[in-house]
């Protein structure tokens, strides 16, 4: 009784960061449809909650990080969804995470949010950092949002504002400008963690970074 879409998304954006194939998540998908129908027929909800989710799950090998030459690019591009790409490459965020922070957990160097590991019934929240190369671009993306009165960070943006459109829209705009094809908005989170760990970051500092339950991720 109690699920509704956002714990249906949350199931197959975990499946999506593991790297599981676009097929996986479809059966998933179709899963969930099943046991919505089964337990509408047996009157224990009235109303279908996974019937608008949606995956975008791409092959494993879209997992490799962007490089240098394609970080390059998307510094200089002029497609919309470049301060969101950067903010993504500087913080390791899940995209559910900086599409969803309320404006009121934002400050100048990070903001607070938190969409996966959970603990008990409560979402474990943790401070995202924001590294130097999305520091302009977040702030420029906090003031915009703060001056168009809105609640969420992301509302200052002025592209497609629920995560699933802008991966299918803004973010393969932005691709097809730098020419790489096979990248997803996850590509930025697997580059923020391979960047880190090149600095010198500990797998285990780096797994409170990224959110992650177990270090082995």
């Known amino acids: 009784r109690s699920l509704r879409k956002s714990d249906f998304m949350a199931v197959i954006l975990a499946m999506e960061e593991e790297g599981k194939a676009k097929s996986t998540c479809e059966k998933v998908k179709q899963l969930f449809g099943q046991l919505s129908t ?50 993504l490459i500087a913080t390791g965020a899940r995209p559910i995470e900086l599409f969803n922070v309320p404006l009121a957990d934002c400050y100048e160097e990070y903001f607070v949010s938190g969409s996966k590991a959970k603990k008990g019934k409560e979402v474990i929240r943790r401070i995202i950092a924001v590294s130097d190369i999305g520091k302009e671009a977040y702030r420029e993306l906090l003031q915009a949002a703060k001056d168009a009165g809105g609640k969420r960070l ?38 923020f963690a391979t960047r880190a760990v090149k600095s010198g970051v500990t797998p285990q500092f780096l797994r409170r970074m990224m959110g992650h339950t177990n270090i082995k991720t």
């Open 38 to 87: 089964w337990a509408i027929d047996e009157g224990i909800i009235i109303q279908n909650h996974s019937r608008n989710v949606k995956t975008t799950a791409e092959q494993k090998s879209v997992r490799a990080p962007f490089t240098e030459e394609h970080l390059k690019r998307i510094q200089n591009a002029k497609s919309r969804a470049r301060p969101i790409a950067l903010i």
């Open 154 to 191: 992301i509302d200052g943006y002025q592209g497609n504002r629920d995560a699933a459109n802008f991966q299918k829209r803004d973010f393969k705009e932005l691709m097809t400008e730098i020419g790489e094809f096979n990248a997803t908005p996850y590509t930025c989170r697997h580059t």
